[in-house]
């Protein structure tokens, strides 16, 4: 158990609850889009233990486009995780970084990814999180496996064959005790222009009786990954949101980004509460967002861009992370 414990540390992707008997959650979130930009599903496959010990494995599904979510409760034993890579099983439904399998009530079919561009995971920053990764104690911790890639197969969705082929996927994940109390986060792949893939977050973190906040982003530009983070001497210029609209900018020595998002209306999906999944948030996969990276020199945009299909999550209390 603990080579697997050593080997997870430096590769968040993997499952990293060995050992884990309460108080603790884990989950990876599959966002996926077909071409026709008419079927958006999140399918997240996790497990939970509450304060009590009570455990369960769980799959949930979110249709984005009609706006509903089918949470799935398994018993905890039938979630299996390999120790070396990411491959994970509850039942008869298999994921890893290259494809779903999906045999559940509403939704059967296989899923296969390529072309994945992960976060960059050397031993001394393993992936997004950086050398917070090393922190003990830290309520959520986060992971990217795959920022943007290729997906092809298709799913039988509530009586309706849907064909993925030519759409974009893209993979993360959290594990820990609860969400942050307050937090925004966003992701989009989905780009006029091929190649292009966002995501940003900002929450207020509570670490051993204190909270910062902190705030995990990147932007997959064709063939480069810029990263505006909380440890690596970016700023965060602005936070705004209401109930329509979400504004954040953040800026590094190189770069400087602008995302709006105009928010369309939420989903409610379970969320992780010190280790159980009493929890709710809300999320939109059909969010409006615009984007502008530019030279922090010079000012000259570097690409604008803008789409209809946004995911985003506003949720807690946000109120104290805000800006301006």
């Given amino acids: 158990m603990l080579k697997n414990k050593i080997k997870s540390l430096f590769n968040p992707e993997i499952f990293q609850g060995w050992g884990k008997k309460r108080n603790y959650f884990e989950g990876w979130y599959f966002k996926v889009m077909n071409s026709g930009k008419n079927a958006a599903l999140a399918i997240i496959p996790g497990i939970a233990m509450d304060n009590d010990g009570y455990r369960h494995a769980f799959i949930q599904v979110f249709d984005g486009i009609k706006k509903r979510a089918e949470y799935h409760k398994f018993e905890y034993g039938t979630f ?90 893209y993979i993360e994940k959290d ?16 780009f006029d222009e091929p190649g292009i893939s966002v995501k940003a977050s900002v929450a207020k973190i509570p670490w051993l009786g204190r909270s910062f906040v902190g705030f995990i982003s990147g932007v997959w530009l064709r063939d480069r990954l810029i990263r505006f983070t909380t440890y690596n001497g970016s700023v965060l210029q602005k936070v705004k949101a209401g109930k329509e609209k979400v504004e ?6 190189k770069y400087l980004l602008e ?5 369309d209306g939420a ?41 209809q299909n946004a995911a985003i999550e506003v ?7 805000l800006t301006g």
């Fill in 80 to 169: 299996k995780a390999s120790g070396k890579k990411f491959l994970v099983s509850i039942e008869n439904n298999h994921f890893s970084e290259d494809s779903v399998s999906l045999d559940l009530p509403e939704i059967k079919g296989k899923l296969c990814f390529s072309g994945n561009v992960p976060w960059p995971k050397p031993w001394y920053s393993p992936g997004i999180m950086g050398p917070y990764s090393f922190m003990p104690f830290m309520e959520c911790y986060h992971g990217i496996v795959s920022m943007d890639h290729s997906v092809t197969g298709k799913l039988e969705f509530n009586g309706e064959t849907i064909d993925f082929g030519g759409g974009r996927g």
């Fill in 175 to 190: 594990w820990g005790s609860s969400f942050p109390e307050g937090y925004i986060w966003l992701q989009s792949n989905h």
């Fill in 248 to 253: 954040i900018a953040l800026a590094n020595k």
């Fill in 259 to 263: 995302i709006i998002v105009e928010r």
């Fill in 267 to 307: 989903t409610a999906l379970a969320s992780p509460l010190k280790g159980g999944m009493g929890g709710s948030i809300e999320e939109s996969m059909k969010s409006k967002l615009e984007i502008n990276l530019a030279d922090a020199k010079s000012g000259k945009s570097l690409y604008c861009g803008q789409t």
């Fill in 315 to 321: 949720a807690g209390r946000v109120e104290e992370i």
